[in-house]
């Protein structure tokens, strides 16, 4: 299947909204799954950084991700903490997409020119002190990301380790088959839900939810964790110890993002 018809056909990636019947009625025409990269850059404390990397993503990266049907997210720290970090997210259609995308880079002529300017900053007054990248591959219940219908002010990002492959398979599970349709039940929106082929933490799973403020996430979280369907799917036998750490991070979108 073309990248481009996916992404027409799946009414995830056109971010339309979810239901429960919609995801308990995925289209089994659609066999891919979306990969995507997380990074996390450490901006430097060299004058105006953020501003220089932000720059050469709208001016050369997006327009060149755009061009290849790959989607932008770009999120600061909702905690505002110092050094400044940076989270970017790109969904790619697929994985052949993140191949050739990430061949693109090397070689495509409008985006190496869009980046010279980028490109001879020097050493010396480098943006960011490193990026740390996750890869990941999207969950078979969502296949791609989830574009939100209204504007979210406020982003969760979590990850959460398991103690070894097997409770890592299991948790996945357990998202595929009840606890997402669960979420959209109470008002978690998801963007997101990946397994972590590449990165820190593994064996883990990532994933982001968006909400209007703080507010409506406590009470989102709230109304979940009092569910009555929440308490009977997390005392099942087989979704025992499944998690065995919690990071979260708490995320606002860049004007310039695409999510």
Known sequence: M????????STL??????????????????????????????????DNAKNRLEKYFTDALIPYLSRHNVKFGAFNEYS??????????LAYPDVSAYLSTQDGLLTEDGFLKASEAYNRIPASEAVFSRYETFLLEAFETIPAVVIPSEKKNLFELRTYESANE?????KIAMFDKEEIALFLKVGLNPVFF???LAGQYMPALTYMVGFKDMADRDASWNKFG???EWKMMSAKPE?????????????????????
């Open 2 to 9: 073309k990248r481009r018809s996916f992404l027409k056909n």
């Open 13 to 46: 990636a056109a971010g339309t909204a979810l239901s429960v019947s919609t995801l308990g009625m995925r289209d089994p025409a659609i066999k891919t799954r979306s990969m995507f990269e997380l990074r996390v850059y450490h901006i430097s404390r060299a």
């Open 80 to 89: 505002l903490e110092e050094p400044v970090k940076l989270y970017t997210l």
């Open 166 to 170: 097997d409770a890592g398979r299991r």
């Open 194 to 196: 990946g397994k972590i």
């Open 226 to 228: 009092g569910h009555e």
């Open 239 to 259: 979704y025992a110890h499944t998690v065995s750490n919690i990071h979260k991070i708490f995320l606002t979108p860049a004007a310039y993002s695409q999510i």
